[in-house]
C-alpha cells in the first residue's frame, strides 16, 4: 500500500488509540492468571495480536468483543511454535515466561525482528539454567526450562524489554530472586510493568533502578482493567496541530508512566500552543523554534522530534541516537536518508541528529517497513505546497491501524492505493 499526502491542514478531535505496550504486558499477566481477566479498551494493533497468538498457544483461552479480551489462564500447552510476529517486545517479554516450562519452545519472529539482536537473553539465560540458542544472536529463540532464580545481573543498556519479562516470569519461581540490572534506560516502561503486574497481584521491589527484590511463591489474580490511550501515537497527531493546525485528543493520562508523554513538554519548548485537562491534550498551531531535547529515555519520540523539528525556524538538537540502532529499522541512518530527500539538513555527530529545516519539495519515501518514520514523514508535509508519498504505508499496522483514516477525518488529504 502507498499512501500520498496532498497540500492541507489539520483539524479536528479524536481518542487516542490504546497503548500496545501496555496492552501486551496486561495480555501476558492475564495469562499467568487462573481464572478470567477482562481487558477493555484494546486497539487490534499487529504487536497486540501476536501477543494474543503467543498466549493461546501457551493455553490462554482468548475470546475478543468488540474491544474488549476476555481471557482464562491454562497450564494447557497448545503449541511449542511461538510467533511474535515483528514485536520487539513480544519476543523479549514472553522468552522467561516460556522458560518458567519444563519444555522446549521456539520463538519465531518475521520481517525486521529477524535482524534485531537478542543476544542478551542467551547470555543471561545461561546463567540460569535454561538452554538456549539463538540465530548468531538474532531470532529465532529456542527455549528450554525451567529456569533457576537466585541473584540475576543483566546488563540494561540496550533494552528494558527482557528485563520485564523476567520481572513478570521471577515471582512464580519457588524461591526468592534478585535482579541486578546496570544502566537501565527505559525506566519508565519498567514503571508500567511493574504497575501492570501490582494490578494482577503480584509485586516485587524496585531499587532505585539497581536492584529488583523479587519474593517467590506469588501467583497472578484476574484482574479487569481499561488498557490507556497511547503517547508515542498521539504525539504524531499533536506535532502535526503544531506544525498546522488544531487537534483535541482524549483518551491520554498526565499521570501515565508511559515516557512519551513529554511530548508536550517538548512541543511547548518549540513554542507550540499546549493545554491538558484530565485526560484530554489540546495542540494548536504557533510559529515553532527549534528546541534541544534528550531522547535517551523515550527513543520512539525520535521520528515525531524530527518531523517536529524540520517545520521548526533554527537548529534543533536530540540527543540519544544511541537507542535506535536496533528498532525496526536502523532508525537513526533511515531517518537521515529520508529526511535529507525531504530537503531537510540532518546530521549525525555522536550521539545526536542536528536537525536544520530547509524548503521541503515533493517526495516519495521508503519507511523501512518502520511504523514511526512512516507517520513522521506524513505529518512533516502538513501545512506545505508539496505532496509526500509513503511506500509500504501498511506498516503502520504495527501500532497504529487507523492512523491513514484518522488523518482523512482530520481534514488531511489523503490518498490510499493498495497495491
Known amino acids: 500500500m ?11 478531535k479524536l481518542t487516542a ?17 487462573k481464572g478470567t481477566s477482562i481487558l477493555k479498551n484494546v486497539t487490534w494493533s499487529t504487536d497486540v495480536t501476536s501477543a494474543l497468538s503467543v498466549v493461546q498457544n501457551l493455553g490462554a483461552n482468548v475470546e475478543i468483543v468488540n474491544d474488549s479480551l476476555k481471557i482464562d489462564g491454562s497450564n494447557a500447552i497448545y503449541s ?59 531470532p529465532p529463540i529456542i527455549i528450554h526450562g525451567p529456569m533457576k532464580g537466585g541473584h540475576i545481573k ?16 521471577l515471582p512464580l519461581l519457588p524461591g526468592d530472586s534478585v535482579l541486578e540490572v546496570e544502566s537501565l534506560v527505559s525506566k519508565q516502561y519498567i514503571d508500567i510493568t511493574l504497575d501492570i503486574m501490582q494490578k494482577f497481584g ?29 503517547w508515542s501515537s498521539a504525539a504524531f497527531l499533536l506535532i502535526g496541530a503544531a506544525i498546522t493546525g488544531k487537534m ?12 512519551d508523554k513529554q511530548i508536550t513538554d517538548v512541543l511547548l519548548k518549540a513554542g507550540a500552543i499546549v493545554k491538558i485537562k484530565h485526560d484530554t491534550v489540546v495542540c494548536k498551531h504557533r510559529t515553532l523554534k527549534g528546541f534541544a ?14 518531523a517536529l523539528a524540520a517545520r521548526c525556524k533554527g537548529k534543533s538538537i536530540i540527543t540519544g541516537t544511541h537507542r535506535l540502532i536496533n528498532k525496526e529499522s536502523n532508525r537513526r541512518d533511515v531517518l537521515i536518508r529520508e529526511f535529507s530527500k525531504m530537503g531537510v539538513e540532518i546530521s549525525h555527530t555522536d550521539n545526536s541528529l542536528t536537525i536544520e529545516p530547509g524548503d521541503l519539495k515533493s517526495v516519495e519515501i ?23 508519498t509513503i511506500h509500504h504505508a501498511e506498516c503502520v499496522n504495527k501500532s497504529y491501524p487507523g492512523f491513514w483514516e484518522e488523518l482523512r477525518c482530520m481534514g488531511v488529504h489523503t490518498e490510499i492505493i493498495n497495491e
Open 293 to 306: 531535547f534528550d531522547a535517551t529515555q523515550c527513543p520512539d519520540l525520535f521520528p515525531p522530534l524530527v
Open 17 to 33: 488509540p490504546s497503548s500496545k505496550s501496555v496492552a501486551q504486558r496486561a495480555i501476558a499477566c492475564a495469562m499467568l492468571a
Open 202 to 230: 503480584v509485586n516485587a521491589e524496585n531499587k532505585e533502578y539497581s536492584h529488583f527484590v523479587i519474593p517467590g511463591k506469588q501467583s497472578y489474580k484476574p484482574a479487569e482493567l481499561s488498557i490507556e490511550g497511547d
Open 154 to 169: 543483566v546488563d540494561g543498556s540496550l533494552s528494558s524489554q527482557f528485563i520485564t519479562g523476567l520481572l513478570i516470569a
Open 366 to 388: 521508503n519507511p523501512e517497513n518502520d511504523h514511526r518514520i512512516a507517520m513522521a514523514a506524513a505529518v512533516t508535509y502538513l501545512g506545505t505546497n508539496e505532496t509526500v
Open 248 to 259: 483535541k485528543i482524549k483518551n491520554l493520562r498526565p499521570d501515565s508512566f508511559q515516557p
Open 2 to 12: 502507498r499512501v500520498t499526502i496532498r497540500p492541507s491542514l489539520i483539524d479536528g
Open 80 to 138: 511449542d511454535q511461538l510467533n511474535c510476529g515483528e514485536s520487539g517486545l513480544c519476543i523479549r517479554m514472553f522468552s522467561p515466561i516460556a522458560a518458567l516450562y519444563d519444555r522446549q519452545f521456539t520463538l519465531n519472529a518475521s520481517g525486521s525482528l529477524l535482524n534485531r539482536r537478542v543476544i542478551m537473553i542467551e547470555d543471561v539465560f545461561e546463567k540460569m539454567g535454561v538452554t538456549c540458542t539463538t540465530n548468531q544472536g538474532k
